[in-house]
């Protein structure tokens, strides 16, 4: 059962353009929201997370936007560069003793020069 | 200082062959994580271990999937008798303590069984 739901698969931005990242999640118990980065051959790297308590957080050309309502959270980078090509995962976690992390299936972005 | 180092980096056995995987996590760092990626998906969460304890393991897909952290440090994810849909990239994570949300990810090892 796929509990993070995550599009587009793939996304194509030129430089300087606005990537966007969505993401639905399922389960309400659900309390913390991080984005991962992901580089060919590394593991992923936490750019950014939120909690349910606002509904948006900057940390320089990163956004997430949260609606609880909806059950949805989004990435947007701003002015992309090409160095943002990447693969990007949303993640859901609930604390049930540990910081147990359920991801989304990925979304590769490529900048253009 | 060093991340999470992981070893093998690659790993090719033969199908019904044992293999041992290992992962050094950030010193200190209390909290380790198996996750398994497949192809083009997301990491699936394998088994989490708070010092030497195991305190779940629900994510292994089977009995051939064991994983140990006998002294609270190095852990070892063992599989046996291997199968071709074990092939993926086994990923180690370690984490400060249980309350600590970020977790540092290794590079992997990437499992292909022919």
């Known amino acids: 059962q796929q509990q993070v739901k995550q599009s587009p698969q793939s996304l194509i931005v030129q430089k300087g353009g606005i990537s966007i990242i969505n993401c639905a999640y399922e389960?309400?118990?659900?309390?913390?929201f991080p984005w991962y980065q992901q580089f060919p051959g590394k593991g992923p790297a936490l750019l950014i997370a939120?909690?349910?308590?606002?509904s948006e957080k900057k940390e320089g050309r990163f956004t997430i936007s949260f609606n609880k309502s909806a059950k949805q959270f989004s990435l947007h980078i701003m002015d992309s560069q090409p160095g943002d090509s990447a693969t990007y995962f949303c993640?859901?976690?609930?604390?049930?003793?540990?910081?147990?992390?359920?991801f989304g299936t990925g979304t590769r972005l490529l900048v253009s020069p | 200082g060093a991340g999470v180092s992981q070893s093998p980096r690659y790993k090719v056995a033969k199908r019904g062959q044992d293999v041992a995987l290992r992962c050094d996590p950030i010193?200190?760092?209390?909290?380790l994580f198996w996750y398994q990626q497949a192809l083009g998906q997301g990491p699936e969460f394998l088994t989490y271990?708070?010092?030497?304890?195991?305190?779940?393991k629900s994510g292994l897909p089977s009995d051939r999937f064991f994983a140990e952290r006998p002294e609270g440090s190095v852990s070892t994810l063992k599989i046996q008798r291997t199968q071709q849909e074990d092939s993926a990239v086994y990923l180690c994570?370690?984490?400060?303590?249980?309350?600590?949300?970020?977790?540092?990810f290794g590079s992997g090892t990437q499992l292909s069984v022919l």
């Open positions: 939120i909690r349910p308590d606002v």
């Open positions: 010193s200190g760092h209390v909290s």
């Open positions: 994570a370690s984490s400060l303590g249980a309350e600590n949300e970020k977790l540092f």
């Open positions: 389960n309400t118990a659900f309390d913390y």
């Open positions: 993640a859901a976690s609930s604390f049930t003793g540990f910081q147990k992390l359920v």
């Open positions: 271990f708070q010092n030497e304890a195991q305190l779940d």
